[in-house]
């Protein structure tokens, strides 16, 4: 998405995905669109519910026609670079849980990466291979850096390094940023988790 040039779905898994995204687009309104204008997360659990239906006149009822109960919305931003949305759909009403929305999030982190490697034209359409400043190596570099700081707090948590990660995520969830800038944190030492506080809190080092 931007917003200087037309916006357009890059990749769709499935039909209802598609329809989705191209509603979306040729409607002007919807939970992607809200996400990339405000820059924030838009999950909507049950498009049935009122303020819903109220919100997006036309899209909820169409979504809902194509096969979709519940769509959740993540930015894909990386500093003030917001190259587009991460949408998902499910066919039922469904609530994310802290987990799985830290996991989505993850996700759309690691989309914004792989995003940000493929030149875009001035139309916004892609035109292959990486960027002349930015290689696929960055996004090897991100992951080792998570991978590093969760390693870090099995240490401190005395905790796997499965349950380590999610502290990781929840806290990066519950204090609004990136994981990576969290991670980052970490590694540097600027940030240490403590086995006795809760699981989205931690403390910074001085």
Not at 52 to 68: K, M, R, Y
């Amino acid at each position: 998405m931007s917003k200087a040039a037309v916006s357009h779905p890059l990749c769709s898994t499935d039909d209802i995905s598609e329809q989705l995204e191209e509603l979306q687009l040729t409607l002007g309104e919807g939970p992607c669109v809200d996400a990339f204008v405000r820059g924030s997360a838009v999950l909507t659990p049950d498009l049935l519910a009122t303020e819903l239906q109220d919100h997006w006149a036309v899209f909820a009822d169409t979504a809902l026609e194509a096969g979709a109960r519940a769509v959740f919305s993540l930015p894909l931003q990386k500093g003030a670079i917001s190259p587009g949305v991460l949408d998902l759909y499910a066919n039922i009403p469904t609530v994310l849980d802290t987990e799985e929305l830290a996991d989505a999030l993850a996700f759309a982190d690691l989309a914004t990466l792989l995003l940000l490697d493929t030149r875009i034209d001035e139309t916004g359409a892609p035109t292959g291979g990486p960027t002349p400043d930015r290689g696929f190596e960055d996004l090897g570099a991100y992951r080792a850096e998570i991978d590093q700081a969760s390693g870090m707090l099995t240490d401190q948590l005395g905790v796997g390094i499965e349950e380590a990660f999610v502290r990781l995520r929840a806290y990066a969830y519950a204090q609004g940023r990136r994981l990576a800038d969290v991670a980052a944190d970490v590694v540097a030492r600027r940030l240490r988790f403590s086995p006795d506080a809760e699981p989205d809190q931690a403390e910074e080092e001085t």
